[in-house]
Nanobody, 117 residues
Framework: QVQLVESGGGSVQAGGSLRLSCAAS????????MGWYRQAPGKQRDVVAV???????NYADSVKGRFTISRDNAKNTVFLQMNSLKPEDTAVYYC???????????WGKGTLVTVSS
């Protein structure tokens, strides 16, 4: 059974930092591209950052220079370091695992990040 479990969300003031973690089980982690997505109230779910199996990264324009995605294949975990947080970063953050060119696309249940001004 595949599980993606996010942690590290919480409430923080603008300008603060949080580090999200997503622990994966039930998959061969190193075979999967990993991503962080977010969904604010009343809005669609959007990509925040992705990291490929060879550690290439890509970011949404809104978070470039503030967020950093990384992965630890030995611990089956992907991270999202979020700095200089803004109120508009408030959302539920979801972890995603996808196996490019093969079956496999999984989601975590999300972790809430609230940034107050």
């Amino acid at each position: 059974q595949v599980q993606l479990v996010e942690s590290g969300g919480g409430s923080v003031q603008a300008g603060g930092s949080l580090r999200l973690s997503c622990a994966a089980s039930g998959i061969i982690f190193s075979f999967y591209a990993m991503g962080w997505y977010r969904q604010a109230p009343g809005k669609q779910r959007d990509v925040v950052a992705v990291i490929t199996t060879n550690n290439s990264t890509n970011y949404a324009d809104s978070v470039k220079g503030r967020f950093t995605i990384s992965r630890d294949n030995a611990k089956n975990t992907v991270f999202l370091q979020m700095n200089s947080l803004k109120p508009e970063d408030t959302a539920v953050y979801y972890c995603n695992a996808v196996r490019i060119g093969a079956t496999g696309n999984y989601w975590g249940k999300g972790t809430l990040v609230t940034v107050s001004s």
